[in-house]
Nanobody, 123 residues
Framework: QVQLVESGGGLVQTGGSLRLSCAASGRTFSNYAMGWFRQAPGKEREFVAG????????YYADSVKGRCTISRDNAKKTVYLQMNSLEPDDTGVYYC????????????????WGQGTQVTVSS
């Protein structure tokens, strides 16, 4: 099991940037695939980006491709989501998730979740 704590959310204007961080506990962090999801009010939780354990492969939702970059530092047990050119539709609670199978999936079938961090993009 991995404990996850997100940070870095906030209020930003359209076109702005944010960098989200997710700090993990646990000894085998590098074995876990990591994902970022978001949930807007009244909507289902949706996949944003994912990264394999070693960081060699990354995956993005079409809605954020070209604007977001997921990365990880296994020595620091931290995964990041750099978000640029933010739009009001990016508003939501962003969750970090860990999957011990090591395989990234866009489905919310991850084993461990953080508490989320709020991102609000004003128009």
């Amino acid at each position: 099991q991995v404990q996850l704590v997100e940070s870095g959310g906030g209020l930003v204007q359209t076109g702005g940037s944010l960098r989200l961080s997710c700090a993990a506990s646990g000894r085998t962090f590098s074995n876990y695939a990591m994902g970022w999801f978001r949930q807007a009010p009244g909507k289902e939780r949706e996949f944003v980006a994912g990264i394999t354990g070693g960081g060699s492969s990354t995956y993005y939702a079409d809605s954020v491709k070209g604007r977001c970059t997921i990365s990880r530092d296994n020595a620091k047990k931290t995964v990041y989501l750099q978000m640029n050119s933010l739009e009001p539709d990016d508003t939501g609670v962003y969750y970090c998730a860990a999957r011990n199978s090591g395989v990234v999936t866009a489905r919310p079938t991850y084993d461990d979740w953080g508490q989320g961090t709020q991102v609000t993009v004003s128009s």
